[in-house]
């Protein structure tokens, strides 16, 4: 199993960024993919999750009406679009498979940096 993210980078407040992670091992349409973050010093928190093939989707608050989750099942890649970006969105970002066996994967992380 395969979770390579990509995407992040360094961008201002109100600025925008589209992570990708692309996805190989598993029946990715079963999966249940999510996006996770890590501050410095802080617990990996939920972001966003995508399944039931896409067809539901669930968010923190904390990002609602900001990020949005989606994915292409013939692409097996999972992307978070996130919009008017906060200094508190500072974060590496994670990609997470929970697959229809009840595994779970992870990637290697991408970091995102908003910065004035």
């Known amino acids: 199993v395969q979770l390579v993210e990509s995407g992040g980078g360094l961008v201002q407040p109100g600025g925008s960024l589209r992570l990708s992670c692309a996805a190989s091992?598993?029946?990715?349409?079963?999966?249940?993919m999510s996006w996770y973050r890590q501050a410095p010093g802080q617990e990996r928190d939920f972001v966003p999750s995508?399944?039931?093939?896409?067809?539901?989707?669930n968010y923190a608050d904390s990002v609602k009406g900001r990020f949005t989750i989606s994915r292409d099942n013939v692409l097996n890649t999972v992307y978070l679009q996130m919009n008017s970006l906060k200094f508190d969105d500072t974060a590496v970002y994670y990609c997470?498979?929970?697959?229809?066996?009840?595994?779970?994967?992870w990637g290697q992380g991408t970091q995102v940096i908003v910065y004035s």
């Open positions: 995508s399944f039931n093939a896409g067809r539901s989707t």
């Open positions: 091992g598993f029946t990715f349409s079963r999966a249940a």
């Open positions: 997470n498979a929970q697959t229809e066996h009840d595994y779970d994967y």
